[in-house]
């Protein structure tokens, strides 16, 4: 397990804050008792939180053109039809996926594919649970063509301790699925847009894994074109 760049300058001005206030307190109570091992034991966890919040472990990822993979580490809290609004403009699939704070918080690729659309959106910072959520609070939009031609959305939705979403791609780039596409700090949600006829895998309440956990099957495009007949072929 490796600490996700990300972390790196926080974790520091945390551990510099942490150290501060022990030795502060220290000063002001220098006779040791027994809460005093209480405080700096509090301190202590809250450090290591802040390490783990950033960890980024190794994993073997799924990779298949006609599966989309969950892009985060959390619980599915929603599974629904609905509208896609801000770019596709049509009815789609929508799965979502909350993040605990003691989640890991990068977010992966669902899909190998070509990026059509990027927006960032600032907004509140209701609970990420909340359904208005998606649409209210500060988030990122991406829309993309999967390599297998199907339209797919993501949305990193920042929660009520998130301040701040970094994503690495933009508009016109090429990305492959399983990697990394950005990183949401403390406790958010991602929410995939999908065609209506791709076979959702994954079920409220269900736990899975950014890059590994299959979260649905796109209907294979080149079977679907074989079984059609075109105009002159009967």
Same mark, same amino acid.
């Given at each position: 397990?490796?600490?996700? !760049?990300?972390?790196?300058?926080?974790? =520091?001005?945390?551990?510099?804050?942490?150290?501060? =206030?022990?030795?502060?307190?220290?000063?002001?109570?220098?006779?040791?008792?027994?809460?005093?091992?209480?405080?700096?034991?509090?301190?202590?966890?809250?450090?290591?939180?802040?390490?783990?919040?950033?960890?980024?472990?190794?994993?073997?990822?799924? =990779?298949?053109?006609?599966?989309?993979?969950?892009?985060?580490? &959390?619980?599915?809290?929603?599974?629904?039809?609905?509208?896609?609004?801000?770019?596709?403009?049509?009815?789609?699939? !929508?799965?979502?996926?909350?993040?605990?704070?003691?989640?890991?918080?990068?977010?992966?690729?669902?899909?190998?594919?070509?990026?059509?659309?990027?927006?960032?959106?600032? &907004?509140?910072?209701?609970?990420?649970?909340?359904?208005?959520?998606?649409?209210?609070?500060?988030?990122?939009?991406?829309?993309?063509?999967?390599?297998?031609?199907?339209?797919?959305?993501?949305? $990193?939705?920042?929660?009520? =301790?998130?301040?701040?979403?970094?994503?690495?791609?933009?508009?016109?780039?090429?990305?492959? $699925? &399983?990697?990394?596409?950005?990183?949401?700090?403390?406790?958010?949600?991602?929410?995939?847009?999908?065609?209506?006829?791709?076979?959702?895998?994954?079920?409220?309440?269900?736990?899975?894994?950014?890059?590994?956990?299959?979260?649905?099957?796109?209907?294979?495009?080149? $079977?679907?074109?074989?079984?059609?007949?075109?105009?002159?072929?009967?």
């Amino acid at each position: 397990m490796t600490i996700h !760049k990300e972390g790196h300058r926080l974790i =520091l001005t945390i551990f510099i804050i942490l150290a501060l =206030l022990g030795a502060g307190f220290y000063l002001v109570f220098p006779v040791f008792i027994y809460w005093h091992g209480l405080f700096y034991l509090a301190l202590l966890l809250f450090f290591v939180w802040t390490v783990m919040f950033f960890r980024s472990p190794s994993r073997e990822l799924t =990779l298949d053109e006609n599966t989309v993979v969950c892009p985060a580490d &959390g619980r599915i809290v929603v599974v629904e039809e609905t509208r896609e609004e801000e770019y596709f403009h049509a009815p789609m699939r !929508k799965v979502s996926i909350f993040m605990s704070p003691l989640n890991v918080h990068l977010n992966r690729n669902p899909a190998s594919g070509n990026i059509l659309y990027f927006r960032y959106h600032s &907004g509140k910072y209701l609970l990420a649970y909340n359904p208005k959520s998606s649409t209210l609070n500060e988030r990122t939009s991406i829309a993309m063509e999967t390599a297998n031609g199907h339209p797919l959305m993501i949305r $990193q939705v920042a929660g009520f =301790l998130a301040r701040r979403i970094v994503c690495y791609i933009r508009e016109s780039n090429s990305v492959r $699925q &399983g990697s990394e596409f950005g990183f949401i700090k403390f406790g958010s949600r991602v929410d995939v847009y999908m065609p209506l006829d791709a076979e959702v895998l994954v079920r409220i309440g269900d736990k899975v894994k950014g890059g590994v956990t299959e979260m649905a099957r796109f209907r294979d495009l080149a $079977q679907e074109t074989a079984g059609r007949i075109t105009p002159g072929e009967e």
